[in-house]
């Protein structure tokens, strides 16, 4: 019997981590006790394990993933007995590499014996729900099944990790199988999450909603006087749909209808699949919007523009959730494209704190955040972060006074302005840039009071 010790390092995590879950299954069913925890526990420093499994999440976060492998290297009695794969650990093996010792599993779990002691593939296996249980942290959502039955993505679009990491688009298996395992074992959940990249790809389409409807989640379905719900969490690809394929979702209780609108290109087919699938009867959207990748501030407004004149239009509801571009070598989320200036990016961020990440199709409501013309919009997002995000403590003095200040520049001198920003985000010596920089000082000090 092992002692095994599995670790998710203490980031932000929505999801379960689908992996470690199912390395748990994996060791309980061999007779091996498994523990889990989230982040650095001292107690679990001090104890002796036969092997330790770490997780990693996206690359920005690898930083704290390699601070999570030194604290519990010394718990086993080899470098080697420390396992680290998922995201992080396949785009960047060699950041962990350089920093430390341990044995990094790169890409899916998908073949024999990846792990030693004869393992099955592992992906295969149905995650351990019960290990949840030992941690305080609330992933989302919750009761709920989460399946996977394709891999891979037919699209290879430049700013997405998915063809690094599953380069095969195939169908994987019966998701009506993986839904009765996870009952039998764990019994029924209220929810379904399907975390497939592009689901609607596969030739399986109609068989996969025949499943979801057998197992329960026929449109109107509802468990223990509740709504159940079935989400397409990664999206589903406005280009693929069609009224055939709108007719089969509307036979699921498919909650909520996620797109993404990551580029100007696709906004023809994009209007068309919501027209299709308000047309079948769904009036509730949520819209990925990628930004700071080849687009620019103008780019991003008029796309959330588009969904607040299709809510209108059509009586339903396309709520924005605009998401920032990090390229996959990035490990500090500063990266800011030609398209953008660092005030900019700073100013959405603001924005979205203060709108929970989200941006209603009210046109009150969008107007007030993100303004009433493209002008006042990039205006918003150069202000300091206070007035953005406490937009009506200040609007009556400080603002204003930011706002004359900086309506008398030129667009020159916006221009030189932002990019003066940009350099004392990244200063060691505030201070002194700040006094380098007279032509701005009264501007300036609304940003650094006192600076």
Same mark, same amino acid.
């Given at each position: 019997?092992?002692?095994?010790?599995?670790?998710?390092? *203490?980031? !932000?995590?929505?999801?379960?981590?689908?992996?470690?879950?199912?390395?748990? $299954?994996?060791?309980?069913?061999?007779?091996?006790?498994?523990?889990?925890?989230?982040?650095?526990?001292?107690?679990?420093?001090?104890?002796?394990?036969?092997? %330790?499994?770490?997780?990693?999440?996206?690359?920005?976060?690898?930083?704290?993933?390699?601070?999570?492998?030194?604290?519990?290297?010394?718990?086993?009695?080899?470098?080697?007995? %420390?396992?680290?794969?998922?995201?992080?650990a396949t785009l960047l093996p060699e950041? %962990?590499?350089?920093?430390?010792?341990?044995?990094? %599993?790169?890409?899916?779990?998908?073949?024999?014996?990846?792990?030693?002691?004869?393992?099955?593939?592992?992906?295969?296996?149905?995650? *351990?729900?019960?290990?949840?249980?030992?941690?305080?942290?609330?992933?989302?959502?919750?009761?709920?099944?989460?399946?996977?039955? $394709?891999?891979?993505?037919?699209?290879?679009?430049?700013?997405?990790a998915v063809p690094r990491l599953e380069p095969t688009f195939r169908y994987l298996g019966n998701l009506g199988g993986q839904i009765r395992e996870v009952r039998a074992r764990f019994g029924e959940k209220q929810n379904l999450?399907?975390?497939?990249n592009n689901i609607l790809a596969t030739d399986q389409f109609k068989n996969i909603i025949e499943d979801i409807? !057998?197992?329960?989640?026929?449109?109107?379905?509802?468990?223990?006087g509740r709504k159940r719900t079935v989400d397409f969490n990664q999206g589903i690809d406005a280009r693929l749909i069609t009224p055939q394929i709108a007719k089969l979702l509307a036979s699921i209780c498919l909650s909520p209808v996620r797109f993404a609108f990551d580029f100007d290109a696709v906004e023809d087919s994009y209007r068309r699949a919501v027209h299709i699938m308000a047309d079948a009867g769904f009036n509730e959207f949520t819209t990925y919007v990628m930004f700071n990748f080849d687009d620019t501030p103008l780019s991003l407004y008029k796309r959330l523009m588009v969904n607040i004149e299709l809510s209108r239009e059509l009586g339903i509801r396309v709520t924005g959730f605009p998401m920032r571009y990090v390229p996959i070598d990035d490990i500090n989320r500063q990266y800011v494209s030609n398209g953008w200036r660092w005030r900019y990016l700073r100013g959405i961020q603001c924005i979205l704190l203060a709108t929970h990440g989200i941006v209603s199709p009210n046109p009150e409501f969008f107007q007030a955040a993100f303004g009433e013309s493209y002008d006042e919009f990039l205006e918003i997002i150069s202000m300091p972060d206070r007035y953005i995000i406490h937009r009506n403590r200040y609007k009556d003095r400080e603002a204003l006074d930011w706002k004359k200040l900086y309506r008398k520049l030129s667009q020159t001198e916006r221009e030189e302005f932002l990019s003066v920003l940009a350099i004392l985000n990244k200063s060691r010596n505030r201070k002194a840039d700040i006094a380098s920089h007279r032509k701005f000082k009264p501007l300036l000090e609304h940003y650094y009071p006192g600076g």
């Open positions: 019997m092992g002692n095994i010790l599995l670790i998710e390092p *203490d980031y !932000r995590a929505k999801f379960p981590p689908l992996g470690l879950m199912r390395i748990s $299954t994996f060791h309980k069913d061999r007779g091996d006790m498994v523990t889990f925890a989230r982040g650095k526990v001292p107690a679990l420093r001090n104890a002796d394990w036969h092997r %330790i499994y770490i997780s990693s999440l996206f690359t920005y976060e690898l930083p704290r993933t390699v601070e999570t492998i030194k604290y519990y290297a010394h718990a086993v009695t080899s470098p080697s007995a %420390i396992f680290v794969g998922g995201i992080g950041y %962990i590499r350089e920093r430390v010792q341990c044995s990094i %599993i790169e890409g899916p779990l998908d073949k024999p014996d990846m792990l030693g002691l004869g393992t099955p593939p592992i992906a295969a296996l149905v995650p *351990d729900y019960d290990m949840l249980d030992s941690v305080t942290w609330k992933y989302e959502p919750q009761d709920s099944y989460f399946c996977r039955v $394709t891999t891979g993505c037919i699209r290879r679009c430049k700013f997405c999450v399907l975390l497939d409807r !057998r197992e329960g989640f026929e449109a109107g379905a509802k468990r223990n």
